[in-house]
């Protein structure tokens, strides 16, 4: 059967739709952060940046429902069956995040009233304040499930551009609002209004592309919800370690140092996840789905050919920025955040974060073949032991005032992070499968792209600014398309052969 004219291409747009969507999303965070810091100071931007780290930690500590929701997606996939179970089952998701979000605010506005004398540190405003933060948190954690499961249908475009107008929304939305009044309870309100609407819009799409449900159920069917929460257990231990490790830090510092230069590490630890928000996030949204469904299929040459493809493409995405950002942040950082305070401080501790970040960019594949292979129990001890280990250290060096301790303690969290998931790797699938497949798809790949961008870095340090900040990235660049060519042109045969088969079956 021929192929439909622009079948070819469309993998690509899809690729490319998922970078627009989540460069695009972060890129507009990352533009916003320095005008929320100008605009609101020092102190109030501090408070500002733990409230943005409590939105990154419950987007990625969300009870595993992302995760399990979009793998369910991907496999149901097709079968209308399979996904009315699916729909029902971010249904009671949903149900669960609200009302989590209401006990969450009804305790913070509740809790003076119950012992003023005990709780005079806290008032009415303050509670307020977390009745805003818990439904505006949860809202972003039900945007967050719905894009991934747009993206398990393969709706990658519909969720990129939703992405992308919710962000720039939001941001403008905020600035305008602070512009008038300069005030945490403003950023709040401008944040949670927005955030809200954009969950109403992107359900709307997500539940016209499942098609209508095949039946109806109770929402609050008690064996199904418990059913949900069973499955979740390991991957509510996985994800709650890693975003209480990446996410804590900043509460860390601010309570052991202060809010100002938790600010400070805030701007730092941002710059520093580029490789992992922008880079490798977009990557990992498209092979996921790929990986559970031929996982789930049983085809076991098709999800080794995604596997080399899926970790080859990581090592082009990642490692050419990575060096640039590092080795160059001199010249980026004034170009983001021009005159902020503490420049120096972030460039400091900013390049050992980034090292850790770039290691666990570069090492996606792992986490979701083991996730495809429902290995979570393993993910869930490796993601606790690693993250009571960093938050320990964390808490020793800050309270030191030791702030590069701190970033060297995330350093080892990522490393070991990084070599515990490719040692199960290798446990599950083999070591010799395993050590070709690290030679192939990430030691030849970095180190071609590594020496590309060192060898022009060094050749230009003395030429004009431009051409020294252009070039090397440029010749990594370039490194890079050369490699994935080659990768093309190796797996074509493979993949035409595969076509040819399935379209015999």
Request: glycine share 8%; charged share 10%; with cysteine.
């Amino acid at each position: 059967m021929p192929r439909r004219p622009g079948a070819r291409i469309a993998p690509l747009l899809d690729v490319a739709a998922l970078f627009g969507g989540r460069v695009g999303g972060i890129v507009v965070t990352l533009l916003f952060i320095p005008r929320y810091h100008a605009l609101l100071g020092g102190s109030t931007f501090g408070a500002v940046s733990i409230v943005l780290s409590l939105q990154a930690f419950f987007l990625v500590s969300d009870l595993g429902l992302a995760t399990l929701i979009s793998r369910d997606t991907a496999i149901a996939r097709g079968d209308a069956a399979a996904l009315t179970r699916v729909v029902w089952m971010r249904r009671r998701a949903e149900a669960l995040l609200v009302a989590i979000a209401v006990a969450i605010g009804a305790i913070g506005l509740l809790w003076p009233l119950v012992s003023p004398d005990r709780f005079s540190g806290w008032s009415f405003e303050d509670g307020v304040n977390v009745a805003m933060i818990a439904p505006l948190v949860m809202a972003l954690v039900g945007i967050n499930i719905v894009q991934l499961s747009m993206n398990a249908l393969g709706a990658y475009r519909a969720s990129a551009a939703t992405a992308v107008i919710g962000a720039i929304a939001r941001a403008g939305a905020t600035v305008a609002v602070l512009t008038l009044v300069p005030t945490l309870r403003a950023f709040l309100v401008a944040q949670l209004m927005l955030a809200l609407v954009h969950l109403v819009g992107v359900r709307w799409m997500l539940e016209r592309s499942c098609g209508p449900a095949r039946w109806q159920e109770p929402l609050f069917q008690r064996g199904a919800i418990a059913d949900l929460l069973r499955r979740c257990v390991p991957l509510t231990v996985y994800t709650l370690a890693s975003a209480a490790a990446v996410n804590l830090d900043k509460t860390i510092v601010s309570g052991f140092i202060s809010l100002e230069t938790a600010g400070s590490y805030f701007l730092a630890t941002t710059y520093a996840m580029v490789p992992i928000a922008v880079l490798s996030g977009p990557i990992n949204s498209y092979f996921a789905p790929r990986v559970a469904h031929a996982r789930h299929a049983g085809d076991e040459a098709g999800e080794n050919r995604l596997a080399l493809l899926f970790q080859t493409v990581l090592m082009c995405a990642v490692v050419g920025p990575s060096l640039s950002l590092g080795l160059q942040i001199h010249d980026w950082l004034p170009l983001w955040l021009r005159s902020a305070s503490g420049i120096d401080q972030i460039a400091t501790i900013a390049p050992i974060l980034l090292a850790g970040g770039a290691l666990s960019a570069s090492g996606f594949y792992p986490t979701t073949r083991l996730i495809a292979g429902g290995d979570h129990n393993y993910l869930a001890k490796l993601s606790f032991a690693c993250g009571v280990a960093v938050l320990v250290a964390a808490a020793w060096f800050a309270s030191r005032g030791d702030l590069i301790g701190v970033a060297w303690s995330y350093f080892a969290f990522y490393a070991a992070g990084f070599a515990g998931l490719w040692l199960r790797l290798g446990h599950v699938a083999g070591w010799r499968w395993l050590t070709r497949f690290l030679a192939a798809s990430y030691a030849v790949p970095a180190a071609v792209i590594a020496l590309s961008y060192l060898l022009v870095y060094a050749g230009t340090r003395s030429s004009p600014w431009s051409i020294a900040f252009a070039l090397p990235t440029t010749a990594a660049a370039l490194a890079s398309l050369a490699i994935l060519a080659g990768l093309f042109v190796h797996l074509r045969p493979k993949m035409r052969c595969a076509r040819q088969q399935e379209q015999t079956r």
